[in-house]
Each structure stands twice: as C-alpha cells, then as structure tokens.
C-alpha cells in the first residue's frame, strides 16, 4: 500500500489539483493525505481531480479561517474506512487494508502540527490516548512542525522542549520513523534559506512489510540478472549480460553518490579543501571500482572456460559466492 503525504499551502488553484492527481498517479498511491488546504469549506475542492479514477473515499477537516485544512483520500478498492476522527490538526480514518491475505485492521492520521509548544505537546497526548485505546496497525504522517533533533535543523531555530515532546510521543506510541527518501530537509524558506525536516511519516514496525523500501546492490544485482533478455552464441549473451548489469550498478551507484553529495551539501557549505578532499576521494573509490571489476571479469572468463555452456547457472551461484 502506498501513501502520498503533500504540504500544498492552499487548494484555491486550478494547479494544485492536477499537481496532486500527477503525483498520485506517478507513486501508484492508494491513500493521499493532504495538509494546509486554507480553505475554510473544504467541499469547495474538487476532490475528484485529484483521483484518476471514481473509486475513492474521502475526510476532511476545513481550515480556521487560512490557516490549516485537512484532506484524506484513498482508493476504495484497497482501503474500505469505518470510522472517522476529526481535529483541527489531525484526521484519523479507521479502516481495514482489503489487498491483504490476512483482515488488517489500518489506522491512518493525516497531521498538521500546531505552531504553539503547549498545543503541540497537546495534540501529541491527544493522538497518544487515541491509539493506545484503539486496536490495530497505525500509519501517522504529516507536516508535524517540529523536529527530532538540531540535526535536523539548517540555520533556523531549534527548540528543545518541542523536540523532547515529540521524541517521547513517538516513543510511548511505539512508532517507527520511517524513512521516506529524498532529501535530507523537507522544508526551505527562501528569504532567509532556513532549512527544516518537519513532513515525516512514522508508523508500527510491524506494518513495515507493506511499504516499498529502498533496495540496495544485492538487489540491484538480482533483479538486473534475471530482467536481462538476449540471444546469440552462449559466449555473447554472457557477454552481453555483463554489460547490461554493469550498467545498470553504475547508474546506481550514480545515484548514491548525487543523493550522498545532496546530503553533505545540505547539512553546511564546503570549503574549496574539503570540496578538493571529496573530489579525490571519489576518483579514488572509481579507480578502486574499475579495478575490482576487471579482477570479476578475469575470474569469470576463467570459470566459463571451465564450465562450458552452463553460464547463467554458474554466474547465479558465482555472484552470491562469499567466499
């Protein structure tokens, strides 16, 4: 089950609304929680254009005046809700996950954070008494407007006592922060360029299977090995299928090292030595990389001399070898 959880500071626009269908409809998301919709009627919204299709269900919770407004929208075929609790800075849908063997008892809060330390602290025991007296799997995401740690924190201020509330609420509900990708800060103000980590998506470790995770090299490895399609003499397709799957561990390892660069540039400027350190030092684990592939392919050309016809049986139990 996917879920799609979007900041959109205001549903008055034509835009947003297909914004919001364009990146339902690219994560396949079947649950789309919206925050910051500043209307005060929230069936002014065209629901409908943000779904791709009619079967959906929705909550909302309208806006005080421009500030806050909730939406929860989910697709009916995935997800059948029973019950609906309605705040000005959460909205929990009570339901059962139907695209399950087993009947799953799903409880999904959509949270805007208030800005007050007092009410935070409030609504976080108001969502704490809530789930330790409702039974079933729990998903809670948002804007929360608060933080964990200073880290996560880029020239902007830091307060202690909200971090502190927060750490424990999560703690005493027994929820998991769950990593969603991308970059590091989920917030930036451009006037001042003060950076913040304040959308999150938190749930129970247990539930954790229903959620795609980030896959890393051995992944990579196997599924570009057995997507591989080719043809030709036995000693080309192996070939081929060398090239295929080193293209395809370079274009992940492309991707670790824009994401891991984003990371350090985002936590504090370079200075022109530490950039000229960083540099080197990625030239150096390339050359170390291109090395380490030659040895494979020698390795390889031997054991495929040896073992004749049986290349993709070999190569199988070759790469998963440790010793």
Same mark, same amino acid.
């Given at each position: 089950?996917?879920?799609?959880?979007?900041?959109?500071?205001?549903?008055?626009?034509?835009?947003?609304?297909?914004?919001?269908?364009?990146?339902?409809?690219?994560?396949?998301?079947?649950?789309?929680?919206?925050?910051?919709?500043?209307?005060?009627?929230?069936?002014?919204?065209?629901?409908?254009?943000?779904?791709?299709?009619?079967?959906?269900?929705?909550?909302?919770?309208?806006?005080?005046?421009?500030?806050?407004?909730?939406?929860?929208?989910?697709?009916?075929?995935?997800?059948?809700?029973?019950?609906?609790?309605?705040?000005?800075?959460?909205?929990?849908?009570?339901?059962?996950?139907?695209?399950?063997?087993?009947?799953?008892?799903?409880?999904?809060?959509?949270?805007?954070?208030?800005?007050?330390?007092?009410?935070?602290?409030?609504?976080?025991?108001?969502?704490?008494?809530?789930?330790?007296?409702?039974?079933?799997?729990?998903?809670?995401?948002?804007?929360?407007?608060?933080?964990?740690?200073?880290?996560?924190?880029?020239?902007?201020? =830091?307060?202690?006592? %909200?971090?502190? @509330?927060?750490?424990?609420?999560?703690? $005493?509900?027994? +929820?998991?922060?769950? /990593?969603?990708?991308?970059?590091? =800060?989920?917030?930036? %103000?451009?006037? @001042?360029?003060?950076?913040?980590?304040? $959308?999150?998506? +938190?749930?129970?470790? /247990?539930?954790?299977?229903?959620?795609?995770?980030?896959?890393?090299?051995?992944?990579?490895?196997?599924?570009?090995?057995?997507?591989?399609?080719?043809?030709?003499?036995?000693?080309?397709?192996?070939?081929?299928?060398?090239?295929?799957?080193?293209?395809?561990?370079?274009?992940?390892?492309?991707?670790?090292?824009?994401?891991?660069?984003?990371?350090?540039?985002?936590?504090?400027?370079?200075?022109?030595?530490?950039?000229?350190?960083?540099?080197?030092?990625?030239?150096?684990?390339?050359?170390?990389?291109?090395?380490?592939?030659?040895?494979?392919?020698?390795?390889?050309?031997?054991?495929?001399?040896?073992?004749?016809?049986?290349?993709?049986?070999?190569?199988?139990?070759?790469?998963?070898?440790?010793?």
């Amino acid at each position: 089950m996917n879920f799609l959880s979007l900041n959109v500071r205001g549903m008055d626009e034509v835009m947003k609304t297909s914004w919001v269908r364009r990146l339902k409809v690219k994560h396949k998301a079947n649950f789309v929680g919206l925050q910051e919709t500043q209307l005060s009627f929230s069936s002014s919204i065209d629901i409908n254009g943000c779904w791709d299709s009619n079967a959906f269900d929705y909550a909302s919770v309208d806006a005080s005046g421009c500030s806050g407004g909730l939406i929860s929208i989910w697709d009916t075929f995935v997800f059948q809700n029973f019950d609906v609790i309605k705040n000005r800075h959460y909205l929990v849908v009570c339901g059962k996950y139907k695209d399950s063997s087993e009947s799953v008892i799903l409880n999904i809060v959509n949270v805007y954070g208030p800005q007050s330390i007092s009410e935070k602290k409030k609504v976080w025991l108001e969502l704490l008494n809530i789930i330790n007296g409702t039974p079933g799997t729990w998903v809670v995401f948002g804007d929360f407007n608060v933080v964990r740690d200073p880290g996560e924190r880029c020239n902007s201020q =830091f307060c202690p006592y %909200s971090a502190s @509330d927060f750490n424990r609420f999560i703690h $005493d509900a027994n +929820l998991k922060d769950y /990593n969603m990708g991308g970059e590091r =800060f989920t917030y930036m %103000s451009r006037v @001042d360029a003060k950076l913040s980590k304040l $959308d999150r998506f +938190l749930t129970c470790p /247990n539930y954790l299977q229903l959620f795609p995770l980030s896959y890393g090299f051995d992944q990579v490895v196997s599924d570009a090995w057995n997507c591989f399609r080719g043809f030709g003499t036995p000693d080309a397709y192996l070939a081929a299928k060398f090239r295929f799957l080193k293209d395809r561990i370079k274009k992940w390892r492309k991707d670790g090292d824009q994401k891991e660069r984003r990371e350090v540039e985002e936590s504090r400027s370079l200075s022109s030595d530490e950039q000229r350190i960083w540099a080197d030092g990625i030239r150096k684990i390339m050359e170390w990389e291109r090395l380490k592939a030659l040895d494979l392919k020698q390795k390889a050309h031997i054991k495929w001399t040896i073992d004749g016809d049986e290349n993709s049986k070999f190569f199988h139990g070759y790469i998963n070898n440790k010793n």
